[in-house]
């Protein structure tokens, strides 16, 4: 399957609606399902929520924003959103928002993802980048200092340093810089943010100097505009792959991604039937799409906290790095 790809004006709410027959059924007559939140679980989002929507003998339209995984706990805790989608889990300000307004959630895993450094095929330096080295990039403290390539490493050219990111209530941005600097939204401002990674894939594939990051699937759909550059952990040089995240050798950059149901919401027989349809189907989605997807026992368990209305996280509302597919599933399977 070819990755959805929403253009810039779509980013702000993409609206998927079914057919069923050719008399449509008036608006009011048609129930709504809200997701917003994470670019990067938006592929997986969107790809569920069209097989949805064309097999479902229900009349329902589903709604898919882009708002970065901050933005749609914000809506998520307003009360305006069914599904929020994740690329961290929720953390301690958004569970306290969420509280006070009296919603609860249930945390759900669908997918693990690699976050993914690239630079631009013209790029003939960089074999691959050690933490430090993206440490010395990103970090605060390189605004307006770290402005050239050889700054980086001097064996490097004396060329400007082009920067793409995430913008700020991205969790893919939170996740690199907690990984990356050692604490969660620190990082230099002087780059080119967007909530939109196709910004981001065109800003490196049209600029020599460029280097960015985002979730795999987005380089792997756009593989011929852009290289990754492989990670060293540990003395190994790793490749972002699937392979290696199965197998946790992609490290510090792998992690879970989630969808957050509000808990009051899934008792709606269209959202509740959504969700199942989700953790039946969504795992093969989320692989034709460029993630990884959990085990089938995984799926199985998500699916009974769902039914069981399992509120809450299995996480201590904090940034963590580095959990595994093995470590999730002990925690998920404790729960």
């Known amino acids: 399957m070819k990755l959805r790809i929403c253009t810039l ?124 080295d993206l440490k010395k990039m990103w ?18 050219p004396e060329a400007k340093l082009m920067l793409f990111g995430p913008g700020a209530d991205s969790g893919t941005f939170d996740y690199f810089t907690e990984a990356v600097v050692g604490k ?36 792997t759909n756009h593989k011929e505009q852009m290289r990754a550059v492989p990670i060293v952990q540990g003395g190994k040089s790793t490749l972002p792959s699937i392979e290696a995240v199965r197998d946790g050798s992609y490290q510090p950059l792998s992690r879970p991604l989630f969808i957050y149901v509000n808990a009051a919401a899934a008792k709606r027989p269209e959202v509740r039937q959504f969700v199942e349809f989700y953790l039946t189907r969504g795992g093969s989605l989320a692989n034709e799409a460029g993630f990884v997807s959990l085990p089938d026992s995984a799926a199985q368990v998500a699916l009974q906290h769902f039914h069981e209305q399992r509120l809450g996280t299995v996480f201590g509302g904090v940034p963590e790095i580095g959990v595994t597919i093995e470590a999730l599933l002990a925690r998920e399977t404790k729960l």
């Open 184 to 219: 969660a939204k620190a990082s230099r401002g002087d780059y080119t943010a967007s909530e939109d990674d196709n910004v981001l894939v065109q800003g490196v594939a049209h600029n020599r100097n460029a280097l960015g990051y985002f979730g795999f699937a987005y380089y």
């Open 139 to 156: 970090e605060p403290a390189a605004q307006a200092n770290v402005t050239r390539w050889n700054q980086v490493r001097p064996e490097w």
């Open 9 to 132: 004006a779509a980013c702000i709410s993409v609206a998927l609606s079914g057919c069923h027959g050719e008399h449509a059924a008036p608006s009011n007559d048609i129930a709504v399902i809200k997701i917003d939140g994470s670019s990067t679980v938006f592929p997986i989002a969107e790809a569920v929520a069209e097989d949805y929507q064309l097999q479902s003998k229900a009349r329902v339209r589903v709604t898919v924003g882009i708002s970065g995984t901050g933005g749609g706990f914000k809506k998520l805790c307003r009360g305006e959103l069914d599904v929020s989608n994740a690329s961290r889990p929720i953390l301690t300000q958004e569970m306290d928002a969420c509280r006070a307004a009296g919603i609860s959630y249930i945390e759900i895993p669908i997918a693990f993802d690699a976050v993914t450094v690239v630079v631009n095929p013209a790029n003939d330096w960089v074999k691959e980048l050690r933490i430090e």
